[in-house]
């Protein structure tokens, strides 16, 4: 189980991620937009101006039942021996379970 406080902690950058979300991908679309080269220097100042946190690249995807942050799996959101477990007690269904 995770610490309680990185889980709140990623759910913070999640919050502030979704509230700059519009201002990033508009400053973006200028600089593709603008020719010269000191235009895009003062939208590159706009865009360095939200929270570091508020950029997607800090997100951890994070195991639903767990929190833990490593080895997971997008289709289900689960870490990997959570998902093998659920798999070996029949909760997934159209998973098949492996044995080596």
């Not at 610490?3 to 979704?18: C, D, G, T, V, Y």
């Not at 939200?50 to 929190?67: D, E, K, M, Q, V």
């Amino acid at each position: 189980m995770a610490r309680k406080s990185l889980i709140q902690r990623e759910k913070k950058r999640q919050k502030l991620e979704q509230k700059y979300h519009w201002i990033r991908g508009s400053s973006k679309k200028e600089i593709r937009k603008v020719p010269s080269l000191s235009d895009k220097w003062e939208i590159y100042g706009k865009l360095q101006s939200p929270p570091r946190n508020s950029a997607p690249t800090r997100l951890h995807r994070r195991c639903f039942s767990t929190g833990r942050p490593r080895a997971n799996y997008r289709d289900f959101g689960l870490s990997g021996h959570i998902l093998r477990e659920m798999v070996h007690a029949c909760l997934l269904p159209g998973a098949t379970r492996s044995s080596w």
